[in-house]
């Protein structure tokens, strides 16, 4: 499923490189500002990618923009790449890393090839990371595959018979494989998905609860507090105040552990 590149560079050879890198594994937007980088982030999903000039609007004699380290601190599941020219001050990469810049690459020595390349690697980074975080410490092959599938769709917005899709199988085998991987049916599994990934956004300070739930999406913010009461019994903001990851992800232990000890499970349909 495409994910989101923002591309906030104004080399226009580059440009086109990365949009023939992008391909059909991203959708790419090309931002004039930083307050335009900004403005895109608040509503994009968790595995936003963004591709930036970081010396944009102030110069290389100015050091990295101050806007990226506050872009850094506001949106800190967003991977950030620095595309730089040959001639950038060495001590620079050196800011860009103690910043959190997930890669520095110099734009005269990389081709759409290498640019391709370097997208595939950084891609799945901020979902795999939820689900580390998320998951027990012993998890069965054929249910993390389940669960990071659900991780996708869930980011992309789509529903259980997109997930059924994404895994090459039908919505009842996927039940069957839901239950013998000691999951709950595929509808909850995905919204559970969805609701790790908006706790995830609500840790970022640069979101409002707006935001988290058009980038996980809900049609409003109803919807996410409506889901947020029905799966952990408290609202967005409260759930802000608690660590909301860490608060989700206890929550989504115990309905697996609940899920396991239930005799026949697996068995009935959603």
């Not at 990071?148 to 059924?164: P, R």
């Not at 206890?250 to 959603?270: D, I």
Request: glycine residues 8%; contains cysteine; proline residues 5%.
């Amino acid at each position: 499923m495409p994910r989101s590149l923002f591309l906030l560079h104004s080399d226009l050879k580059f440009q086109a490189r990365t949009r023939e890198a992008a391909s059909k594994a991203f959708v790419v937007e090309v931002v004039a500002s930083w307050n335009a980088l900004h403005t895109a982030l608040q509503t994009s999903g968790l595995v936003s990618l963004a591709i930036l000039d970081p010396y944009a609007e102030h110069g290389v004699q100015s050091g990295p923009a101050p806007e990226l380290r506050a872009l850094l601190g506001a949106f800190p599941s967003t991977t950030v790449v620095a595309a730089v020219m040959a001639r950038s001050r060495l001590q620079d990469l050196g800011t860009l890393g103690e910043w959190s810049v997930a890669q520095v690459i110099v734009i005269e020595e990389e081709d759409a090839a290498a640019i391709r390349r370097l997208l595939q690697a950084v891609r799945g980074r901020p979902l795999q990371s939820v689900l580390e975080r998320s998951l027990p410490e012993k998890v069965s092959g054929s249910a993390r595959e389940i669960l990071s599938a659900a991780a996708e769709v869930a980011t992309a917005g789509g529903q259980v018979e997109e997930l059924a899709r994404y895994l090459y199988t039908s919505m009842r085998t996927l039940h069957r494989r839901c239950g013998a991987a000691g999951l709950p049916p595929p509808r909850q599994t995905l919204a559970w998905m969805r609701i790790l990934l908006a706790a995830e956004l609500l840790e970022q300070p640069g979101r409002s609860i707006e935001s988290v739930a058009a980038a996980c999406g809900y049609a409003s913010d109803s919807g996410l507090r409506r889901t947020f009461y029905d799966f952990l019994g408290m609202s967005p903001k409260e759930l802000r105040g608690t660590g909301a990851l860490a608060t989700t992800s206890s929550a989504f232990r115990k309905k697996l552990s609940e899920v396991a000890a239930a005799p026949g499970r697996g068995a009935r349909l959603v």
